[in-house]
């Protein structure tokens, strides 16, 4: 089946069904939608398998998955297999589910790869430094007007511009 | 009412299978705003490509609105939806880092999940990196856990902090959303590569935009006006809930229970007794503190109460069963767990462990120890203190 590549929708209305999917996540579940748990918990996951004796040491692993719990037996891990399931149905669908890599025009993959990589590094330390991501922090305690979230959200922003000039090689075209 | 916990309704796996449900609307809404694409999501930090922005407010007020307005018309219970806990400076620290992890890695961690599931190498790569990261955080937190667990308030809106109420807030953050997305439609005119950039697949006509803003401005106006409920109307809209519990007087504490509970040490208990100040004076139970009936429906005294520890415990003390239960009433709507009241309040406290002695010493009956429940038979009463630890807070990122 090849599916001819549509554009992406107008942000406005992606925005609507973002937040009427956010309202139903909170009228179902009491809490929000969130992803950097679940990531955390894979994390912690594969450490047992490999290493189990080092999850109940560590305070923020142990509280997941010490002794006989297991770290995926959460409701968060479940939003994430949704999400991902989600992702992949809508981009195929709309043509866009194909192996590529996308990078700004200046780099190579192998870069590009290398930077992702480091990039998620950095995010995943700082979503935990943060207690949560910018969909469970920024997006969900945005929502229902939590203070902590309205001043995490805007320093991703800062973080974000603060830097942006100097990576700029990454993402836009030289001149 | 709103907000209903499926996983009681459902049992663990119906739950679960909502969970799913719920994430793949997640993950379609930021497939379809392109956030599968890091060049889009990095576009935002060169003022090219405002989408982020744009999606992330229209979500967050929509969302807002839809949570506030039904609260005002009574059909959710703003207190049980969990919000995530505050922790002001850690929160700031995290998100500067994480604002340099997204310009170098192009994602953040929702989007490199939605990316990597329409196979892009770079978003799979960056979701392992975020893996990796919070598995770092963990090992190197050791050396700055003080500093993560600073600055902790339970739950703390934007609008307790101005001071304004929930439906001025609500307004003022809509006016403000649109404003920046006035903002970032003239920034990404002036930036855009002109003619290279793919449009949307939506033209809209600006008197679209202008009817769309018009809708959530004068939603958000309605739910202003209307106002969240107080405790009064809330408990007329929730009486079908809890009602069951008063008729069947399973809030109803004996007096040798509230010993029982006294003298545990993992339960964190807050006596309230509103009795008249005299009588408070005259005696009263040590720990205990004195509250009027209108205290019950003032935000700045029920908030800590709400915000109790899960095995936190409320008994409330009155010389009649309309004060009491007035005031529990009142608590419940608030979401305060765990409140009882201490059956006849203290009318026959003395009487109870008058003659009772312990090896041969009278009982200090303002703080009974707990060797006073050996006096009694085992059956002299029926425990009703069942600690409900529901979490509200911490949701899903935790």
Known sequence: MKIKTKPYKNPYFAGTILGVVLFGAYALTHSGLGASGAISRIHVALTKLLWPSHVDIISTFALMGAGDHNPLDHASVFLLIGTFAGGMISALLNGRLKFEIFKGPQISNWQRLIFALIGGLIMGYGARFARGCTSGQALSGGAVLSLGSWAFMFSVFIGGYAVAYFVRRLWVESN | ?398
């Open chain 2, 1 to 398: 009412m709103l907000p209903i916990d499926v996983i009681a309704v459902l049992g663990k796996f119906g739950g679960y299978a909502v969970f799913v449900l719920i994430g793949i609307g997640f993950g379609v809404s930021l497939e379809l705003a392109g956030f599968g694409d890091s060049r889009r999501l990095a576009a935002q930090f060169y003022l090219k490509d405002m989408t982020v922005l744009k999606t992330m407010f229209t979500g967050i007020i929509v969302a807002a609105i839809l949570i506030f307005l039904a609260s005002a018309l009574g059909y959710l219970d703003f207190s049980q939806i969990s919000v995530t806990q505050t922790f002001l400076w850690p929160g700031i620290v995290g998100g500067l880092i994480m604002g340099v992890g997204f310009i170098v890695g192009g994602y953040c961690p929702g989007t490199s999940l939605v990316s990597a599931a329409s196979f892009k190498i770079d978003g799979l790569f960056f979701l392992i990196g975020t893996v990796l990261g919070a598995g770092l955080f963990g090992e190197s937190l050791p050396a700055f856990e003080d500093f993560w667990n600073s600055s902790f308030t339970e739950r703390y809106l934007v609008s307790d902090w101005l001071g304004w109420s929930i439906g001025a807030t609500l307004f003022a953050v809509v006016v403000m959303a649109l404003a920046m997305f006035y903002g970032a439609e003239k920034t990404e005119e002036f930036f855009r590569n002109k003619g290279k950039d793919k449009p949307w697949s939506w033209k809209i006509s600006k008197r679209s935009y202008l009817a769309g803003s018009m809708v959530l401005l004068v939603t958000a106006a309605m739910v202003w006006i209307i106002g969240q409920p107080d405790p009064v109307r809330k408990w007329s809209l929730m009486e079908g809930k809890y009602a069951g519990q008063l008729a069947a007087r399973d809030v109803f504490i004996h007096p040798l229970e509230y010993v029982k509970t006294y003298n545990e040490a993992s339960i964190k208990l807050v006596t309230l007794d509103l009795r008249s100040e005299n009588e408070f004076r005259t005696f009263h139970l040590s720990g205990s503190e004195n509250a009027k009936p209108e205290d019950f429906l003032n935000p700045g005294f029920v908030g800590p109460l709400s915000q109790l520890p899960s095995q936190g415990v409320v008994v409330l003390i009155a010389d009649n069963d309309s004060v009491s239960v007035q005031a529990w009433k009142y608590l419940k709507v608030q979401g305060v767990n765990n409140v009882y009241i201490l059956e006849n309040g203290l009318k026959n406290w003395n009487s109870l462990f008058e003659g009772k002695t312990i090896s041969g010493k009278t009982i200090n009956t303002a703080s009974p120890p707990s060797e006073v429940l050996q006096l009694f038979p085992k059956d002299a009463y029926s425990p009703k203190i069942k600690i409900s630890t529901k979490k509200r807070s911490g949701g899903l990122c935790s």
